[in-house]
């Protein structure tokens, strides 16, 4: 069973950065290109979303006894063997922690036109995570 304030604070931060880029939904690459300042709050939105997405896991892994995983894949997979999310979801979410280390990691080559379709497509899964493992958590 997930820790009650743990599993609180860190679906705040999801929620709370998937809906400050549900309200950009409408933004596009050119935008993000010429206004540095948006590029970085919207990268900082998806980047926050989804580490904390991989801090749950993480936690669930600990505290269902699932094992120490090395990565955010292993996570992702762990709590998926145990029943938590379906594998399909694990992949996709295993996507997602690949694209936040493209931000942290190459943030001056990034193509914005993918980095924000990923984003859009992805914020589903964000959520599908945080209420499996809230639902895990009752």
Known sequence: ????????????????????????????????????DLANAVLM???????????LAAHACADDDLGAPANAAEAFALIARAGLIDTALA????????????????????????VLDAARAGLADLRALVAALAADAH
């Open 1 to 36: 069973m997930v820790d009650a304030d743990i599993l609180r604070r860190k679906t705040a931060q999801v929620l709370h950065h998937a809906a400050r880029l549900e309200h950009r939904a409408e933004l596009d690459a050119a935008t993000l290109a010429s206004d540095e």
């Open 45 to 55: 939105d998806i980047q926050q979303a989804i580490q904390g997405c991989i801090d």
């Open 91 to 114: 992949t996709r979410l295993t996507a997602a922690a690949g694209l936040r280390n493209l931000i942290v990691h190459q943030y001056a080559s990034l193509d914005y036109a993918r």
